[in-house]
T-cell receptor, first 113, second 114 residues
């Protein structure tokens, strides 16, 4: 069964460093998303991506964040100059269409120390 | 903007008890409604969905009916099992505007005891 895969599963980084979280969406999906979940709390939308550009982003997704689809399969989230409060589980998701279910990856746990 | 409000819990039940987790929404247009489940240490998995009014989504014994008149999508199961212990999230997507995202409720932690 096709699935969304994320790497790494756990990333520890020092405050101020840059991190790149990687995702491989399901191959025939056209919409890609990043969400985050802090300490098992509410899942928060960060950004959606379609046709090689950002469709929508939340107020959380400021200049510190960027997304890229560098090739036909990967979808990355870059966080520049990480802060302690960026520590969270980051989920990638993809969907065929805007109004269909999104399939989520297992997540990357980011710990900023 | 769109929003989802769900019973926050935690909810603790005995095995074979009846489960209801309430979910109501505010949205423009014609949202699609979803329930996602997060088992301990895992990612989010789609449990069920409904795309229009009066649709009933069902899966693994769980059911939810899209009620436009009450803007609700309550999750129910007649007899819960220990393996149903997880966090349950109600969510919506809305193609009525430029909303390309899932909007989640805060999640409800369910613990089922043997």
């Amino acid at each position: 069964e096709p699935e969304v895969t994320q790497t790494p599963s756990h990333q520890v980084t020092q405050m101020g460093q840059e991190v790149i979280l990687r995702c491989v969406p399901i191959s025939n999906h056209l919409y890609f998303y990043w969400y985050r979940q802090i300490l098992g709390q509410k899942v928060e939308f960060l950004v959606s991506f379609y046709n090689n550009e950002i469709s929508e982003k939340s107020e959380i997704f400021d200049d510190q964040f960027s997304v890229e689809r560098p090739d036909g399969s990967n979808f990355t989230l870059k966080i520049r100059s990480t802060k302690l409060e960026d520590s969270a589980m980051y989920f990638c998701a993809s969907s065929v269409d805007v109004n269909t279910e999104a399939f989520f990856g297992q997540g990357t746990r980011l710990t900023v120390v | 903007g769109d929003s989802v409000t769900q019973m926050e819990g935690p909810v603790t039940l005995s095995e074979e008890a009846f489960l209801t987790i309430n979910c109501t929404y505010t949205a423009t247009g014609y949202p699609s409604l979803f329930w996602y489940v997060q088992y301990p240490g895992e990612g989010l998995q789609l449990l069920l969905k409904a795309t229009k009014a009066d649709d009933k989504g069902s899966n693994k014994g769980f059911e939810a009916t899209y009620r436009k008149e009450t803007t609700s999508f309550h999750l129910e199961k007649g007899s819960v099992q220990v393996s149903d212990s997880a966090v349950y999230f109600c969510a919506l997507t809305n193609s009525g505007g430029s909303n390309y995202k899932l909007t989640f409720g805060k999640g409800t932690l369910l613990t089922v005891n043997p």
